[in-house]
Nanobody, 120 residues
């Protein structure tokens, strides 16, 4: 059994910062790529940032230069540092990871989501 647990969401004023964390636990053998997605009100879920096992990163255009994805492989954790937040960043943020577990082949896992609200 593998679980992803996010934390760090909340309410922040425009221009503020938040740091999201997502920790993987369970019968993990290897974690491959990890990513952060978001789903705003009335919108489809979209990829925000992605990091490979070799720590190559990609970002959706409207968060480049504001968000930074990183990972700590020793802690099985991925982070999303979000700076200069805008109201349009308001969404539920989900982490995703491709994981080989002890009992299954490689598959994608999702966290439960954490709410980020940017408002004055």
């Amino acid at each position: 059994q593998v679980q992803l647990v996010e934390s760090g969401g909340g309410l922040v004023q425009p221009g503020g910062s938040l740091r999201l964390s997502c920790a993987a636990s369970g019968s993990i053998i290897t974690i491959y790529a990890m990513g952060w997605y978001r789903q705003g009100p009335g919108k489809q879920r979209e990829l925000v940032a992605h990091i490979t096992s070799g720590e190559s990163t990609t970002y959706v255009d409207d968060v480049k230069d504001r968000f930074t994805i990183s990972r700590d492989s020793a802690k099985n954790t991925v982070y999303l540092q979000m700076n200069s937040l805008k109201p349009e960043d308001t969404a539920v943020y989900y982490c995703n990871a491709d994981i080989r577990s002890r009992y299954t082949g490689v598959r994608g896992y999702w966290g439960q989501g954490t709410q980020v609200t940017v408002s004055s």
